[in-house]
Nanobody
Framework: QVQLVESGGGLVQAGGSLRLSCAAS????????MGWFRRAPGKERMFVSV????????RYADSVKGRFGIARDNAKNTVYLQMNSLKPEDTGVYYC??????????????????WGQGTQVTVSS
């Protein structure tokens, strides 16, 4: 089992920044690819970003490229999502997720084994 706890959400004006953190406990953190997903009100959970477990390579949804950055600190068992130039459409609950091997299907929630409880991000216009 892996337990994930997100933090860092809040209310911010458009153009502002937030940094989300996800602290992991349980099994070896470095064995997992770590992803961030967002669920906007009335919508399905959608992929935001992922960082590979081995080489630290990253992927982003087109809607956040150039504005968001994902990073991990294996010594602290923590993954971060730096969100800059926030827009109202970035509003939603952000979830951290761990995957043993999402492979090419890293955008699909079903390929993640563990999830956090989520943290709310609200961007006002």
């Amino acid at each position: 089992q892996v337990q994930l706890v997100e933090s860092g959400g809040g209310l911010v004006q458009a153009g502002g920044s937030l940094r989300l953190s996800c602290a992991a406990s349980g099994r070896t953190f470095s064995n997992y690819a770590m992803g961030w997903f967002r669920r906007a009100p009335g919508k399905e959970r959608m992929f935001v970003s992922v960082i590979n477990r081995s080489d630290g390579s990253t992927r982003y949804a087109d809607s956040v490229k150039g504005r968001f950055g994902i990073a991990r600190d294996n010594a602290k068992n923590t993954v971060y999502l730096q969100m800059n130039s926030l827009k109202p459409e970035d509003t939603g609950v952000y979830y951290c997720a761990a995957s043993v091997d999402a492979g090419r299907h890293y955008t699909e929630p079903t390929n993640y084994n563990y999830w956090g409880q989520g943290t709310q991000v609200t961007v006002s216009s």
